[in-house]
């Protein structure tokens, strides 16, 4: 999980963690990711008043958005 986000940059590699995505986003989505979990930072997107979503890239080159709670910084 990661705590703060504003420390991250574009270009970032992050890895989607695949138990807490599971039950919100389509099965071919949840399986592209089960196979290739790590993607790329490129944005950030306002989802409510407190909260950010992190734009990333999937290896496929899809766009797509999780909760910082989502996903970790590969170390």
Known sequence: ????????????????????????IPQNILELIRKE???ELVGYKMVDGNQFGLVVKLKNGEINWFFEKELSEIL
């Open 1 to 24: 999980m990661i705590k703060d986000s504003s420390t991250l940059q574009k270009g970032q590699m992050l890895r989607v963690e695949i138990n807490e995505v599971k039950d919100r």
């Open 37 to 39: 979990p790590d993607v």
